[in-house]
């Protein structure tokens, strides 16, 4: 491999990762403050490697350069941010959209929408300083502990025939745990309820 | 809806068989006690026909054993007009009905469908109201997204959809959905309605649940709950 496929631009794109992830840092600093709690369990981000990249462009059957990777693919810059609480995944999401240097080019709410293998994410599509685009996923423990074990079966390579069986069980786990995040979330509100009054 | 009948009377035993098979029930018939219990063990019934006058052991014997065994199906018991004792006796061991000899196949017919009928209308039976689904085979609550309820969460809703409309108090709840027992209180009521109203909220349903903590609640089809 002769040339990054992000030509001179890998600087510009750590800058964005750098400035998403300090950003999301100063929320959690100002709502522990606030509230007494850091609402983020923890908070991931990465360059998408050369590899990945490339195997994108491939499986998109787009060609493997600049363009495709800056402009045609949004990914480049990931963030992904894991919560406490349903609700602190959307005060994630309102302080990142809300800042100056970034414009919303896409939003998805797969928690009020699950997808139907019952996957559940927030995810924003954000252009920063109008040039370099970042995707941030957004959910809480219980969403990304489903989603890392889903991921972690690799059932769909398997040829055993009870792939309907294990789907259909699978987003049964996945509706159980957003059932116990609405509980947990409840229960934290009564609390909080009862700290004020 | 399968029953077990236990009759020693062969003629008899026969004639209610093949009545309650015409009925569309599945029936094993036993002529003893003992063939009764042995059978019971085997199989589940949606409801029993014991006779009380039986040889090996009576059908007041039967009764005792399978609730010992901690067997809730409903039985119903058949005595003669003049043992009273025997069906105050049976109606104590756990019966839930009986009737005297001699009957119209007309009437047993009644009592069996009678019986079995909670079972038939409420187990594996949809609920639907306004925009949401309530699956009683898998507890699932099904809007424009699904979602699991837990045994409580799905037995309240069930209570809410199934009196729509009609403000139910908390003590009625507490009676109807906890069987009032010890350590249930309001706070136990008001919570899981919290949860349900997160729930549906989850699945993006235009349903609510209305009132306030300790007073009444009931279902509302588009209805805007503020927290």
């Given at each position: 491999m002769s040339e990054s496929i992000y030509g001179s631009h890998l600087k510009k794109l750590e800058n964005v990762r750098e400035e998403l992830t300090e950003a999301v840092m100063l929320l959690r600093r100002k709502m522990a403050e606030e509230n007494g709690m850091d609402p983020v369990e923890h908070c991931l981000s990465r360059i998408k490697s050369e590899d990945s990249m490339r195997e994108k462009c491939r499986r998109k059957g787009i060609p493997e350069d600049e363009h495709s990777a800056l402009e045609i693919i949004h990914d480049a810059v990931g963030l992904r941010v894991v919560t406490s609480f349903l609700r602190d995944v959307y005060a994630v999401r309102d302080m990142l959209v809300s800042l100056p240097s970034v414009e919303v080019i896409e939003e998805k709410d797969y928690i009020k929408k699950a997808k139907p293998n019952g996957y559940r994410s927030y995810h924003v599509i954000l252009k920063c300083h109008g040039t370099v685009y970042a995707e941030v996923q957004i959910r809480t423990i219980s969403q990304d502990t489903w989603a890392a074990l889903e991921h972690h079966m690799k059932y769909k390579k398997a040829i055993s025939g009870n792939t309907a069986l294990i789907?259909?069980?699978?987003?049964?786990?996945?509706?159980?745990?957003?059932?116990?995040?609405?509980?947990?979330?409840?229960?934290?509100?009564?609390?909080?309820?009862?700290?004020?009054? | 809806?399968?029953?077990?009948?236990?009759?020693?009377?062969?003629?008899?035993?026969?004639?209610?068989?093949?009545?309650?098979?015409?009925?569309?029930?599945?029936?094993?018939?036993?002529?003893?006690?003992?063939?009764?219990?042995?059978?019971?063990?085997?199989?589940?019934?949606?409801?029993?026909?014991?006779?009380?006058?039986?040889?090996?052991?009576?059908?007041?014997?039967?009764?005792?054993?399978?609730?010992?065994?901690?067997?809730?199906?409903?039985?119903?018991?058949?005595?003669?007009?003049?043992?009273?004792?025997?069906?105050?006796?049976?109606l104590d061991a756990g019966a839930d009905d009986y009737l005297t000899k001699p009957f119209a196949m007309k009437?047993?017919?009644?009592?069996?469908?009678?019986?079995?009928?909670?079972?038939r209308e409420y187990s594996a039976n949809d609920l639907a109201f306004g925009d949401?689904?309530?699956?009683?085979?898998?507890?699932?609550?099904?809007?424009?997204?699904?979602?699991?309820?837990?045994?409580?969460?799905?037995?309240?809703?069930?209570?809410?959809?199934?009196?729509?409309?009609?403000?139910?108090?908390?003590?009625?709840?507490?009676?109807?959905?906890?069987?009032?027992?010890?350590?249930?209180?309001?706070?136990?009521?008001?919570?899981?309605?919290?949860?349900?109203?997160?729930?549906?909220?989850?699945v993006a349903s235009q349903v609510t649940i209305l009132g306030e903590k300790g007073g009444s609640y009931w279902l509302e089809n588009g209805g805007a709950w503020q927290a």
């Open positions: 789907q259909e069980e699978l987003k049964r786990c996945a509706d159980e745990l957003a059932s116990t995040d609405i509980s947990m979330q409840t229960l934290r509100d009564m609390i909080l309820d009862q700290e004020r009054t | 809806m399968k029953i077990l009948l236990a009759e020693d009377t062969t003629d008899l035993n026969r004639v209610l068989t093949a009545a309650l098979v015409h009925e569309g029930f599945e029936v094993d018939s036993a002529f003893d006690g003992e063939e009764a219990l042995s059978l019971l063990e085997k199989n589940g019934y949606d409801l029993l026909i014991l006779d009380i006058m039986m040889p090996k052991k009576d059908g007041i014997e039967v009764l005792r054993e399978m609730r010992r065994l901690n067997n809730i199906s409903p039985v119903l018991l058949l005595t003669a007009k003049s043992e009273v004792d025997d069906r105050v006796a049976g009437e047993l017919l009644a009592r069996a469908r009678a019986m079995t009928r909670r079972r949401i689904t309530l699956h009683a085979d898998s507890f699932e609550l099904v809007g424009k997204n699904s979602i699991r309820l837990s045994v409580k969460e799905f037995e309240l809703l069930q209570a809410f959809i199934l009196q729509a409309g009609k403000p139910l108090t908390t003590s009625y709840l507490l009676e109807h959905v906890w069987q009032n027992v010890p350590g249930a209180m309001d706070d136990t009521v008001w919570l899981y309605v919290s949860y349900l109203r997160g729930k549906l909220e989850a």
